[in-house]
Every structure is written in C-alpha cells, then in structure tokens.
C-alpha cells in the first residue's frame, strides 16, 4: 500500500482525537445542534482525510436515512456518519452531509 493522502487545513481545525489529523474546519458546520451515538456531535457541510463504510439504511429519531460510516483515513477511528438519503421531506437538506462526533474531535488552533 502506498503513502497514505492526508490533507493539512491549517487555521483552527478540528482533528481526530485518536491521532491527531485534521479531519474538518470549523468554518464548515452547518449546526451544532446533533445527536451523535455518544453525545453531542456536529453537521458538517465538508469533512476530509476519511473513508466511508458499506450504505446502510438507519432508523434515527428524523425518520429513515441513507448512512453511511465515517472513518478516519489515517487511524481508522470511527467519526460519525454520512447522510446519503433522506426519506421525509423536511430533512433532504442533510443529503450529502457530515455527522462527526463531538467526543471524537480535537478542536485546535483557536
Ligand atoms: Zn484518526
């Protein structure tokens, strides 16, 4: 296997907290307003340095959803999830965006 991409953001950042790489930028949070599978965790527009798990469909307290799993690239820690598809109209804004657990991140540089 090849050298690993990992890509450095640079200004305030959260990281992964099992080893330290970037994995979002705080400028990317749509809402702080989330419910991970630990705690509280946060909806980003944009994530970097992961990798995603197998689609799974998931019953979350907004309905039916689309998943997928978030891991980070270069540990292989599990960060949250993507949402691939809403099924109830009023939560389709989601599509495509990033759930990182907040117990998960390093925040850094601010
Ligand atoms: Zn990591």
Not at 36 to 47: C, K, M, P, Q
Not at 51 to 76: A, K, N, W
Request: with cysteine; proline share 3%.
């Amino acid at each position: 296997m090849g050298r690993l991409f990992i890509e450095d953001m640079g200004g305030p950042v959260y990281k992964c907290k099992s080893c330290n790489v970037d994995s979002a930028s705080p400028d990317d949070i749509y809402s702080k307003e989330f419910r991970g599978h630990f705690d509280r965790a946060y909806l980003f527009t944009n994530v970097v340095n992961i990798f995603l798990g197998p689609i799974e469909e998931c019953m979350l307290i907004s309905g039916l959803h689309t998943v997928q799993d978030i891991y980070c690239r270069s540990c292989q820690q599990i960060l949250g999830w993507k949402y691939d598809k809403a099924y109830e109209e009023d939560q389709k804004y989601k599509e495509g965006m990033y759930i990182l657990e907040r117990e998960l991140l390093l925040r850094h540089g601010w």
